[in-house]
């Protein structure tokens, strides 16, 4: 007996949210198509056997006579052998019919024996990709399967087995850099050649350079996987990493480029989806850049566990103490070169409005205590910077290629000559000297300090908010090293100018002047 077809919406025996029509089978074994029913859950229940003919006939009479309603009551026996079902049902809507006989009077949870759809594996897949790639986190003692080491020797055998792995996991992150952004960003023409060359710096010269250590450190593993002598490896490799000189100087200028070439579409949508991958584990491109830099200064911490841990009687007690003391030249050098580049990058951003603003003391700054953001007393953003000599205030600005530039706010102070006041948080803010800005509406001021100059060059004292208290206190940390040490030299080249028949009395008189913590504040303060 066929079923009329009327375009009317009927009740089905299943619902296919991702089909526009299913086929059933009556029990005559015709095909009908079927629209979705709006009913998500079905409840089939059933009777004795012998109702399954006066079913048979009422079905089709039945099916006229509902239009879009639930299933009635009428109990029938559920069609168990239907190829046309096969493949039709979506793997999360499939019911599990059982037995004759088994009734089922309540909601049921679908499961599927069919074949799953395509959409729905794609889509599984795709969803895991964007969770990040985790490193492996095996230990040395996870590759034995059996040692007699003492407590103290498993824990170096840990150490050194982690400076292994280390070193292999900067290699294929480089090599992944190499690989992801440098030569398809080349291919692609994102960026010419000479502006990689410039945010990438080195970083391929780095690559052999650790790989060649990798081997090195496989070469001492012995037959039971301990490594015995380490010291005299480390002694001959070490200096190599003079080569970070170089790219570490080089990476204040390619921070900066490529923060400007972020702001261009082409830019910012490959390096948003090389983020967004799974290889990246959720790092950005500067991240991985900076990654040598973090490597070099963990050698030293390496090397005082692996130093901690070797026995008295040790071979390694002779030369590890020497490689500790060349790996902190080292790391020393590497600071100083990067400080003095940064502090040259950043005086060449500098714009004065004024010729007065060009301090000597600037020019002649080696390098940069700290710089960053505060706001001034009308809650204007500033970005200060404390160079070794001067203390200089600027906005910034943009040139006209769209580069960073700092132009010079008021005038420059010398740090020989500053007076540094704390402000005490709760000061009221009244006299108009913070003018409410700090405050926004309350009475109290927080995380503030005070600058001023003294003597014949004495300028109007600037009040200066940090973003916390934790900002706050690096700032007058290192305000207070500036102010000593460049008092300091101020008192050297007196000395130096000084005749040698001079009354040495003057110059303990100048040392008086010389003073730490919190007196040098209190003193300069009056």
């Excluded at 294929?172 to 994102?190: A, F, G, T």
């Excluded at 850049?289 to 901690?308: A, C, G, H, M, T």
């Excluded at 100059?453 to 973003?467: D, F, I, M, T, V």
Aim: charged letters at 30%; a neutral charge; aromatic letters at 6%.
């Amino acid at each position: 007996m066929e079923v009329e077809d009327t375009g009317e919406a009927r009740t089905s025996w299943f619902v296919a949210p991702a089909e526009t029509h299913s086929i059933l089978c009556d029990h005559a074994g015709k095909k009908r198509k079927q629209d979705p029913a709006p009913a998500p859950v079905i409840r089939i229940t059933e009777d004795e056997e012998e109702e399954e003919e006066e079913d048979g006939e009422t079905m089709s009479d039945h099916m006229k006579d509902s239009e879009v309603q639930e299933p009635s009551n009428k109990r029938v026996k559920p069609v168990v052998k239907s190829n046309s079902l096969t493949g039709v049902i979506t793997p999360s809507k499939t019911p599990a019919l059982k037995r004759i006989g088994q009734s089922i009077s309540r909601s049921i949870s679908f499961r599927t024996e069919a074949r799953p759809l395509p959409p729905a594996p794609i889509r599984h897949r795709t969803k895991a990709s964007s969770f990040p790639r985790r490193r492996n986190s095996q230990c040395w003692s996870d590759t034995v399967e059996s040692h007699d080491l003492t407590a103290k020797e498993i824990k170096r055998q840990e150490v050194i087995y982690e400076l292994t792995q280390g070193e292999r996991q900067l290699i294929e992150d480089l090599s992944l850099v190499k690989k992801v952004y440098y030569e398809p960003m080349l291919k692609l023409d994102i960026m010419t050649e000479s502006e990689l060359g410039q945010i990438f710096g080195t970083l391929d010269s780095l690559i052999p350079l650790h790989e060649d250590f990798l081997s090195r450190l496989e070469r001492l593993r012995g037959s039971e996987k301990t490594v015995g002598q380490v010291g005299p490896t480390l002694l001959n490799w070490f200096p190599c990493l003079e080569a970070y000189v170089t790219y570490c100087c080089n990476q204040v200028g390619a921070k900066a480029l490529l923060d400007l070439k972020k702001h261009e579409k082409r830019v910012e949508h490959f390096l948003r989806l090389c983020q967004e991958s799974s290889f990246s584990r959720k790092l950005d491109l500067w991240n991985f850049l900076d990654l040598p830099r973090s490597r070099l200064v963990k050698y030293p911490l390496l090397l005082k566990e692996i130093q901690k841990c070797t026995p008295p009687d040790h071979p390694d007690e002779d030369t590890l103490p020497d490689a500790l003391e060349l790996i902190h030249s080292i790391v020393a050098e590497v600071n100083k070169k990067t400080g003095e580049a940064e502090c040259q990058f950043y005086r060449r951003g500098l714009c004065y409005l004024d010729e007065s603003q060009r301090l000597p003391e600037i020019q002649q700054s080696r390098f940069l205590y700290c710089h960053g953001e505060l706001k001034n007393n009308k809650g204007q953003r500033l970005h200060v910077f404390l160079f070794e000599l001067a203390l200089v205030l600027s906005r910034p600005g943009e040139d006209r290629d769209g580069g960073q530039v700092f132009h010079v706010y008021r005038q420059p102070l010398t740090n020989a000559l500053l007076n540094l006041e704390e402000i005490p948080d709760g000061e009221a803010a009244g006299g108009g000297t913070f003018r409410g800005a700090f405050t926004g509406g309350n009475d109290k001021v927080k995380n503030c300090f005070r600058v001023s100059s003294r003597g014949r060059s004495k300028a109007n004292p600037y009040s200066l908010q940090a973003n916390d208290s934790f900002s706050r206190q690096q700032w007058i940390t290192c305000l207070r090293q500036a102010i000593i040490q460049s008092r300091d030299r101020t008192a050297q080249n007196r000395q130096s100018q000084l005749s040698p028949h001079a009354d040495l009395a003057l110059y303990h008189i100048a040392e008086l002047s010389l003073s730490s913590g919190s007196d040098m504040i209190d003193h300069t303060s009056r």
